[in-house]
């Protein structure tokens, strides 16, 4: 079972990034699918989160409107598309897993939580 993070990188304030999550050895179907971020020096945080069967999808409120999660069970892919990014974007970005949906407290970080983490990709914000 492991899940893994690609698409981060390098961009200026205003630009826009899509993370890309891919599992292998599971199938997303089941499972919802959230996306967390660490600042260096701060805790890990919810972004955002998309539920398995019916897709209802959450955000935070520092990147409600900017950040859309979406999720492609065919492809066994679950996507972050970023636009209008800030400096304070800057973190180390993780994908996890967790049975069923996103549940009242989807933001909260923890292995209890969400039992599948990913390794992380970093995106950097240049003001």
């Known amino acids: 079972v492991q899940l893994v993070e690609s698409g981060g990188g390098l961009v200026h304030a205003g630009g826009s990034l899509r993370l890309s999550c891919a599992a292998s050895?599971?199938?997303?179907?089941?499972?919802?699918i959230g996306w967390f971020r660490q600042a260096p020096g701060k805790e890990r945080e919810g972004v955002s989160c998309?539920?398995?069967?019916?897709?209802?999808?959450y955000y935070a409120d520092s990147v409600k409107g900017r950040l859309t999660i979406s999720r492609d069970n065919a492809k066994n892919m679950v996507y972050l598309q970023m636009n209008s990014l800030k400096p304070e974007d800057t973190a180390v970005y993780y994908c996890?897993?967790?049975?069923?949906?996103?549940?009242?407290?989807?933001?909260?970080?923890?292995?209890?939580?969400?039992?599948?983490w990913g390794q992380g990709t970093q995106v950097t914000v240049s003001s």
């Open positions: 050895g599971f199938t997303l179907d089941y499972y919802a």
């Open positions: 998309i539920s398995s069967s019916d897709d209802i999808t």
């Open positions: 996890a897993a967790r049975i069923g949906s996103c549940g009242s407290r989807w933001y909260e970080y923890s292995e209890r939580n969400y039992g599948y």
